[in-house]
C-alpha cells in the first residue's frame, strides 16, 4: 500500500471514530473487564492529570471533533517520531 | 485494558517498570546496530503505528457489557517483528498514555508488558508455529491475535491480583479476554490475510 493510500485510510478511519468512541460508547453504557475488577476490589483511578486532551478531548470542543482532533494529533505525534528515526538512520 | 494510575501496588508497578525499559534499551540497542533492516522496515514501522493508534479508537461498544475492537499486539508482531513490533506497540502506549491519559503513568511499565512485549511476542511465536504447521495465513493470523489478546489480559489480571492479593482479577480478566480475542483474532487473521495478498512482500514473515 503506498503512504497516500494509508493515510487517506487512517483519515477515513478517523473520520468515522467518534461513533464508535464517542456516540455508541456512551448510549450504550461502556466499560470494560478491567472496570469489573476495578468495582469488585474497590479500586478508583487518581485524580491527577498531565495533559489537557485526558480521555482523547479538547477543552471547549464538542466531544466527537475533540475525539476526530486527538485523533490527527496522535497520528501526528507518531508519524513525527517515525521520520525522526528515519533521518537518524540516514545520517 | 490500560490499568490507571491507582490500581497496581507501588511494588508491580516498579517491577513492571523496571523489566519494560531494560528489555526496550537492549531492543533499542540490537536494532540501532542494524541499521539496513531499520531503514527497510521504518516507514511500514510508521505506518502500523499510525494504523494501531486509530483503530484502537475505534472500539465497538456492546451493551452493558465491554468493547470490541483490535489492541494489535499479534498484527505488528507478524509485519514487523517482534523486536520492532515491541517497540511499535510501545510507541503507540506511550502516545496514549502521555498525550491523552489513556493508561496511567505509573501503569506504564505494566501497559507495555501486557500489550506491548506479551501481547506481541505471543502473537508473533503463535503466528509462525501456526503458519508452519497449516500453510493458512487467515488461520494462523486468527489464532495468533486470540492466544495474544488472551494472554495479555491474562497478564493484567496476575498483576491486579498480585498487587491486591486477589484472584479476582485473574477470573474476570482470563475469560473476558478468552472471548474478546476472538474478536482479536478476526481482525488480525483478516488483515493479515489481506496483506498477504496485497503486498506479500511486506509481511515480516516471508
Redesign the interface.
Known amino acids: 500500500?503506498s503512504?497516500r493510500k494509508?493515510l487517506l485510510?487512517?483519515f477515513i478511519?478517523?473520520l468515522?471514530?467518534p461513533v464508535?468512541?464517542v456516540i455508541?460508547?456512551e448510549?450504550?453504557?461502556?466499560?470494560?473487564?478491567?472496570d469489573?475488577?476495578?468495582e469488585?476490589?474497590g479500586?478508583?483511578?487518581?485524580e491527577?492529570?498531565?495533559?489537557p486532551?485526558?480521555?482523547?478531548a479538547v477543552p471547549g470542543l464538542p466531544e466527537w471533533l475533540g475525539?476526530i482532533i486527538?485523533?490527527a494529533?496522535?497520528?501526528l505525534?507518531?508519524?513525527s517520531?517515525?521520520?525522526i528515526?528515519?533521518a537518524l538512520?540516514?545520517r | 485494558m490500560h490499568i490507571p494510575d491507582g490500581y497496581l501496588s507501588p511494588a508491580v508497578a516498579g517491577v513492571t517498570l523496571l523489566l519494560t525499559s531494560g528489555l526496550l534499551l537492549v531492543i533499542i540497542r540490537k536494532i540501532s546496530s542494524a541499521k539496513d533492516s531499520l531503514n527497510k522496515k521504518i516507514s511500514l514501522f510508521t505506518a502500523l503505528s499510525a494504523g494501531i493508534f486509530v483503530a484502537q479508537m475505534i472500539a465497538w461498544p456492546i451493551p452493558g457489557g465491554t468493547s470490541l475492537h483490535l489492541v494489535g499486539g499479534a498484527l505488528a508482531g507478524i509485519l514487523v517483528g517482534p523486536w520492532l513490533g515491541i517497540l511499535s506497540m510501545s510507541l503507540v502506549l506511550l502516545v496514549q498514555c502521555l498525550v491523552f491519559h489513556d493508561g496511567g503513568l505509573t501503569a506504564i511499565g505494566a501497559n507495555i508488558l501486557n500489550m506491548g512485549v506479551i501481547g506481541v511476542l505471543a502473537g508473533y511465536a503463535v503466528f509462525k508455529l501456526a503458519y508452519r504447521v497449516s500453510k493458512k495465513v487467515w488461520l494462523s493470523g486468527f489464532l495468533a491475535g486470540w492466544l495474544s489478546l488472551t494472554l495479555a489480559g491474562l497478564a493484567c489480571g496476575i498483576e491486579l491480583g498480585v498487587s491486591w492479593n486477589s484472584i479476582i482479577p485473574i477470573y474476570v480478566m482470563g475469560p473476558w479476554h478468552v472471548v474478546l480475542g476472538l474478536i482479536e483474532g478476526l481482525i488480525t487473521g483478516s488483515v493479515v490475510g489481506y496483506l498477504a495478498r496485497k503486498s506479500p512482500n511486506i509481511i515480516g514473515w516471508s
Open positions: 500500500m503512504s494509508t485510510t487512517l478511519l478517523l468515522l471514530s464508535f468512541g455508541l460508547a448510549g450504550l453504557g461502556y466499560h470494560e473487564p478491567l469489573i475488577v476495578a469488585e476490589l479500586l478508583s483511578e487518581l491527577f492529570t498531565w495533559t486532551f485526558k480521555d482523547y475525539y486527538c485523533g494529533l496522535g497520528v505525534v507518531i508519524v517520531v517515525g521520520f528515526v528515519k538512520i540516514r
